[in-house]
């Protein structure tokens, strides 16, 4: 393919010799576990019947309704693609062409559909009849008609040219949002139904594929990719291949004035030049060991490097799993290695999640839930278990908050989530997948009631569907057919935990992980938010405990106890604020929030510029949107405070968190 650029091309089809079989669309019942081998790959993306069906990618179990694209759930295919940044015409559009190959199922129809959206422009003239078809608000579909029914395992290859802007999943960045300040950035986030926007594909959870891509930019610029190579060749053209299968929304590209520091044999760090400095110290020679005792854990690691990219300050979230290169927000730079945790979720997501995947995102504790179980065992190998009991708790309380706000009963909190058609996955984000999961996950754990056995499962499971992805009923049928004595003993069906509740009926979690190897960690801090609570204060008590060697975790824990107990009496907060700058003062996001969400809660208007400033710093969605609901649930003061923040930080913020920051403000927000 020409690196360079190639001439408009409308989309056409190929049809090819057929490879000899097609894949099945699910994953063939599960060896024994003695035997577990790995399933076959398979030849290409099937596609499924076609016009005349209804639109979610294939049907039954699995079926995925936020996808217009015709692939049945499936195994690989590939997608070869290159494009120009930014346009040569236009700034801010990207030039591309996607080139995919698939085979075609028996019975598929003389029609193929992709994921698009409004965004996407397919260009050129036209080979074969192409029409862009309004699916749901976030996305189109792109029903390409073919010459005639393809004949079952025929090999198709389609070409398509398109432009894309400013959709959802591209992100262009002017040089003032960027921590360096000096150039533009674009940068893609797929997660969940975005990357439809920045290519035509088959953008389902449910089917993988391989990919290389060749990216042409500017003169000053570097291109990165969730990749399991790269290459820059002349004329600033880098040539990128992802040599395992992934799901669309792991593919992620940056383009921006990026460089990079190894921090370990198979790791470097990516940033912004003002940057490096920061991101080599704070994780220089602390990445190999996560993912030895990962590799340990949960089986080897497949995808070669293991990269950390710190991205500009609005990027929408603490950390974003793409293969080989997770994405991260620059708040993880606290100087002290303390919000490790977050690399250590992303590092987890190599197994779950990448590896095995959620086939539809109403099942996405499956990515999730294990993801925070596995980190939570990864912690507790390298940071011991009461520092990981106290990481869970403040978990818990997330979990707690998000229940509060929303009821239990609310049927997002249940494990599985009905997605109806039409229904924006992403709307759908809160804590139960990560922290209800993590209960779930603990819970079978606990039926084993062995941990290197569970360890074992998990290995297995990982070895068993890797490369795949499946439902919560490929898990729960794995597990009990890895540990036939349990499922002899029915614990599917012990009344209250029965797996059919923890996956379809909201609730707080009817089993929670004992965390009391934490007490020794969590009682201090639990002691002094009841004495900063007192009407009057005991400041001899007090002062008698020392806080300047707490570890953040253990101020994280401390302020929800104050949050939870907050408003104080009169006159507290203020002096709590002036005693410790450490907490008042602090430059560590997590703390910031939770001071933030304490100010707030107790009115404490001296220092709502504090809200303002953090606010400003950055755009993460964890912390933006807690903050302007508690904003919009108080004063008239914090509600005009909440007004003029949004504001001036609009522009900054990712489309997705800007819509929901309108929701919670009553401004209408636009369909994205
Ligand atoms: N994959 C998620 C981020 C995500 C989820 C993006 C859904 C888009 C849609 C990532 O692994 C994640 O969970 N990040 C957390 C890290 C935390 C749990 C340690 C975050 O961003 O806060
Ligand atoms: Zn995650």
Redesign the pocket.
Known sequence: MDPRWIPPHGPSIRPHDSPPSIPHSRPAPGPAPAEAAPAPPAPGVAIGPGAGSSPGAGHGPGADVASASSAARGRCGTCTWSCASPSRRRARRLRGRARWSCAARAGAAAELRLDAHPSLAVTAGQELPVESRPFASYGSALHIALPQPPRAGQLLTLLIDYEAGEGPGVCWLSPEQTAGKQKPYMYTQG??VLNRSFFPCFDTPSVKFTYSATVKVPEGFTAVMSATSWEKQKDNTFVFKMSQPIPSYLIALVVGDIVSADVGPRSRVWAEPCLIEAAKKEYDGVIEEFLVVGEKLFGPYVWGRYDILFMPPSFP?????NPCLTFVTPCLLAGDRSLV??II??IS?SWFGNLVTNATWGEFWLN?GFTMYAQRRITTEVYGLPYTCLEAATGRALLRQHMDATGEDHPLNKLRVVIEPGINP?DT?NETP?EKGYCFVSYLAHLVGNQSKFDAFLQAYVNRFKFQSITADDTLGFFLEYFPELKEKGVDSIPGFEFDRWLNTPGWPPYLPDLSPGQQLMRPADELAELWAADSLNMEAIEAVDITGWRTYQLVYFLDQVLQKSPLPEGNLKRLSKMYPKISKAQNAELRLRWCQIILKNNLEAEYSKVKDFLHSQGKQ?YTLPLYRAMWGGSEATRALAMETFSATAPQLHVNVQNYVKKILGLAAAEA
Request: glycine share 12%; no cysteine.
């Open positions: 997660q969940a979230f603490g950390g974003m799993e945790d977050v979720h992303e997501h999730e992403d984000y990560y964890k």
